[in-house]
């Protein structure tokens, strides 16, 4: 069992930055990908971005070119670095672990909210 822990998450204007979190309570290395998503209000939850075992890494259209995903195999813990933040990039933000196409473990989130 993986716990993972997210922090980072504030309110912030329009053209802010802010830099995610997930801490794991395990290896991170184990999984294929780690994986962030966010949910708006009332929207369904759209993945964000990835990065996989290897260090590659994919965006969502709409955050490409201002987000950012990083890991560190040694503190387990993976980051999300948001640029120019916009009111639309409001939601909640949480990591998942990706093993074999399964997301296994989630955090609880952490509240992104930009003000226009």
């Known amino acids: 069992q993986v716990q993972l822990v997210e922090s980072g998450g504030d309110l912030v204007q329009a053209g802010g930055s802010l830099r995610l979190s997930c801490v794991a309570s395990?290896?991170?290395?184990?999984?294929?990908?780690m994986n962030w998503y966010r949910q708006g209000p009332g929207l369904q939850r759209e993945l964000v971005a990835v990065i996989t075992s290897g260090g590659r890494t994919h965006y969502a259209d709409p955050v490409k070119g201002r987000f950012a995903i990083s890991r560190d195999n040694a503190q387990n813990t993976v980051y999300l670095q948001m640029n120019s933040l916009k009111p639309e990039d409001t939601a909640v933000y949480s990591c998942a672990a990706n093993e074999n196409g399964q997301l296994l473990y989630w955090g609880r989130g952490t509240q992104v909210t930009v003000s226009s």
């Open positions: 395990g290896s991170i290395f184990r999984f294929d990908s």
